[in-house]
């Protein structure tokens, strides 16, 4: 059963000046492909309620654009999808790496994400504060991972069991402290099919770039045929 799990960041235009804009999908190639793998008969599931034909949809920093132009497009579809939250840049914005990308993209706030939980959306962790958390001390690490699903937990009155490595940036000693924070699930930047029952702690993706309009033929040759 090949299943995928796509990641995305920003649904929406970028800026000119931006820089990694392969990090920004067109809302509108965005529903071109949501509309494909709804044509082809796949479903948008979750961790826990998978079909032969499933995919599963995982959105990284929580911005304000998943809001704006991603929702009502997976609405129409009754779609579901995983969206990782750095908590300390809620109602805020890319404090992580605005330099690096030159342009800052807002992050959705508290009353966001509590509507998306009342839509059906999983909410996970991505730390506090979006670091590389093999480069800091474990006792921060450990901090990053732990914090961010209590924070979590008590503004939204919901379990926190998914996990996402910024970065894709973790080792064994990191996987040790995601479990034992009390997470079912983590996911990482790794390509391939969906592996969670062998390895629910490094879960593969596929990354979904946006720095080239990505032909129908060849999203679903990545997405469904590889």
Known sequence: ?????????????????????????????????????????????????????????????????????????????????????????????????????????????????????????IIGSHTMTHPFLTKIPLKDAKREIEFSKKFLEDNLGIEINTFCYPYGDYNKKIVSLVKNAGYKYAFTTKKGNLNFLENPFEINRVFISGNKVISLPSFIKKVILR
């Open 1 to 121: 059963m090949k299943i995928k799990a796509l990641m995305y960041h920003s649904i929406d235009i970028p800026n000119k000046n931006a820089n990694l804009k392969s990090l920004f999908v067109k809302p509108l190639e965005f529903k071109k492909q949501m509309l494909t793998l709804k044509l082809l008969g796949y479903k948008f599931s979750t961790l826990e309620n998978l079909s032969k034909k499933s995919v599963i949809l995982t959105f990284d920093d929580g911005f304000k654009n998943f809001i704006e132009n991603a929702y009502p497009i997976l609405k129409k579809l009754k779609a579901t999808a995983y969206i990782f939250i750095p908590v300390s840049f809620i109602g805020k914005y890319n404090v992580w790496d605005y330099k690096k990308l030159n342009v800052k993209i807002p992050v959705m706030n508290w009353s966001d994400l509590q509507f998306l939980v009342k839509e059906g959306f």
